[in-house]
């Protein structure tokens, strides 16, 4: 018999989440990678993925995936290396069709742009709070997608 005064949510034996357990930016995030599955293909690069591991795991399952930060990330449920994007090893992202960041502060959205350019990928942000820069400098076509309860930036056709 189950103690009542242990919260179920809350005991790893009993742990048993619900959809209504969720945050709501994890629906944001399980949205925005149904758009990454659905519109590309080949490899995606997720840049700067600190402990964010929600769209990593899930593309990781499905496509060509491999993550970047410049810190080690201890014990990653896939392929990470580190690396500066602001002194990149472009090697590592030659054939990326895809370099993905989320919540990226504003002063290194300029050198992801760059990078994407570089090796001629496609960039989708998700930024913080609105924080970002003029991403037509880097890319012919910038939109905002809104996909589900997911909004983005994504840029295509590197200048």
Do not use: W
């Not at 995030?29 to 080949?42: C, H, Q, V």
């Not at 002063?107 to 820069?133: F, H, W, Y």
Request: charged share 25%; net charge neutral.
């Amino acid at each position: 018999m189950i103690n009542s005064s242990i919260n179920s949510n809350h005991h790893p034996k009993f742990f048993n989440p619900s959809l209504k357990d969720y945050p709501s930016r994890m629906f944001s995030y399980l949205d925005m990678t149904e758009y990454i599955i659905k519109n590309y293909s080949g490899m995606v690069v997720e840049i700067g993925v600190g402990y964010n591991f929600y769209v990593g795991k899930a593309l990781y399952e499905k496509m060509r995936y491999f993550a970047t930060d410049i810190k080690e990330i201890k014990n990653p449920p896939f392929n990470m290396v580190m690396d500066d994007v602001f002194d990149p090893d472009l090697p590592l992202y030659e054939g990326a069709k895809l370099l993905l960041s989320i919540n990226p502060p504003e002063e290194i959205q300029p050198a992801i742009c760059e990078l994407g350019r570089m090796v001629s990928s496609s960039v989708i942000l998700k930024s913080l709070n609105d924080e970002t820069i003029d991403f037509k400098r880097y890319y012919k076509e910038v939109s905002i997608i809104n996909y589900k309860k997911a909004r983005f930036y994504e840029l295509k056709s590197p200048r």
